[in-house]
């Protein structure tokens, strides 16, 4: 078989955890499979590098940024195949420039173009085992980008994708997909199989367990993506087609997003285009939306509220505060004391009672909700953040999660 392996950061954390990556890739290895590793930084490094930026000034150029944090997986790739090589292996590191990583050149939140994986394939030919630093590609005018917090998930499928890996491995520091996170809830149970809507669902409201951008990658491509922990041998979780998946949870899991903010804007001039105006400036800056709200008020002005990631927030101020000083919007406000809870299910689909379920459960708990949006598969609530942890157990137990 052909395998790519993914080593998250709590999984390459030391240098003993290093060796025992190795211990492992080696062991796949000798199973008689061609093996792609993709490493993390040591968890920790990027944070430190993010900081060490931030030190100098709040908004570092992001070119250098990508420079600066790419680092990170270097570190560990090398490490990992100075110690592979050691066993007797013979193993190679790449950059993503070398993997043949190609993205646009959104710094700090690069796409991925495409991939060449000419280099790749010569080395497996030949007979190494290939550690790719992950997180990282190349932009067409030849500068270092990173892919986005979380990226090397993405590595991974887009690297398992374009060699035509049989299968691709995340190993962190959870034995596979929970109910919910374990770390909020013990009583969390780890599913066996979930499929990749519902996955990609949890990714996107804030079960940082695999990046999102990497669960919708696997979905395109039909990667056979399986979740597990580096730590033993227990087996994980799969990620796969709907259809694979004999029984049909009316909620599969419950996802909590506290890095999220929310913008009100007071007064918005009540012309045609307006609101067009704003969400596409917002769009240009790269601000990623998530749930808005409109009321129209008796003189015919509005109020919008929206959410944005908190790291988006900078950049969406400094939009609002162009629409203040041009005499669109009277004022704005902003709070991060929220959070945004959501329940995913694909029973959803045909069951009914569900979202009124998880409203009867915060109304006994007192928890006010601000916003609400739901899809075919999710409803998301924004709450205030101090009530985060127990929205989530409450919802757990509600819909009997741990049964
Ligand atoms: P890595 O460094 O290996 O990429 P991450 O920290 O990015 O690992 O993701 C693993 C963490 O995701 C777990 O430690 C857990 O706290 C969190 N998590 C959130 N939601 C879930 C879930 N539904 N199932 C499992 N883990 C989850
Ligand atoms: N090291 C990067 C991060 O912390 C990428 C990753 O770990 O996936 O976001
Ligand atoms: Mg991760």
Do not use: W
């Amino acid at each position: 078989m052909l395998i790519v392996q993914k080593f998250g950061g709590t999984s390459v954390g030391d240098l003993e955890r290093i060796q025992n990556v190795a211990n492992r890739v080696s062991e796949t290895r000798k199973a008689g499979n061609d093996v792609v590793v993709v490493v993390s930084a040591m968890s920790g490094e990027t944070n430190k590098l993010v900081a060490y930026a931030e030190h100098f000034s709040a908004t570092p150029e992001r070119g250098e940024v990508d420079m600066l944090l790419s680092s990170g997986e270097r570190v560990t790739a090398a490490l990992l195949a100075i110690a592979l090589n050691e066993m007797g292996h013979a193993a190679v590191s790449m950059s993503g420039r070398r993997a043949g990583i190609v993205t646009d050149n959104l710094h700090t939140k690069a796409r991925i173009e495409e991939i060449d994986p000419s280099a790749m394939h010569k080395a497996i030919k030949e007979g190494k085992i290939i550690v790719v630093a992950g997180f990282q590609g190349v932009s067409l005018d030849g500068n270092v980008t990173t892919l986005g917090r979380g990226g090397s998930d993405l590595s991974a499928v887009a690297i398992a994708g374009a060699i035509g890996a049989d299968l691709c491995e995340i190993y962190t520091d959870v034995s596979g997909i929970y109910t919910t996170d374990p770390r909020i809830e013990p009583k969390a149970k780890k599913l066996d199989r979930i499929s990749y809507d519902e996955m990609l669902e949890l990714a996107s409201l804030g079960a940082k367990v695999l990046q999102n951008r990497s669960v919708e990658l696997a979905k395109k491509l039909n990667v056979n993506l399986v979740t597990r922990t580096s730590f033993s041998n227990e087996e994980g979780t799969l990620i796969t087609k709907e259809e694979n998946i004999m029984e049909k949870p009316l909620v599969s899991g419950i996802a909590l997003d506290k890095n999220q903010a929310r913008v009100s804007l007071f007064a918005v001039k009540d012309r045609t285009g307006i609101a067009s105006e704003i969400f596409n400036k917002l769009a240009q800056s790269s601000v990623n939306i998530d749930m808005i709200i409109q009321n129209v008020a008796h003189d015919g002005s509005a109020n919008i509220d929206f959410t944005v990631p908190v790291s988006d927030l900078t950049d969406a101020k400094a939009v609002v505060d162009g629409f203040i000083q041009s005499g669109d919007i009277k004022g704005a406000s902003y709070d991060e004391k929220i959070c945004k809870v959501s329940i995913v299910g694909v029973g959803m689909k045909s069951h009914t009672g569900v979202a009124a379920k998880a409203f009867t459960t915060m109304a006994t708990e007192n928890i006010n909700i601000t916003m609400i949006s739901t899809s075919e598969i999710k409803v998301s609530m924004v709450i205030a953040e101090k009530y985060a942890e127990l929205a989530v157990r409450s919802l757990h137990d509600a819909y009997e999660l741990d049964k």
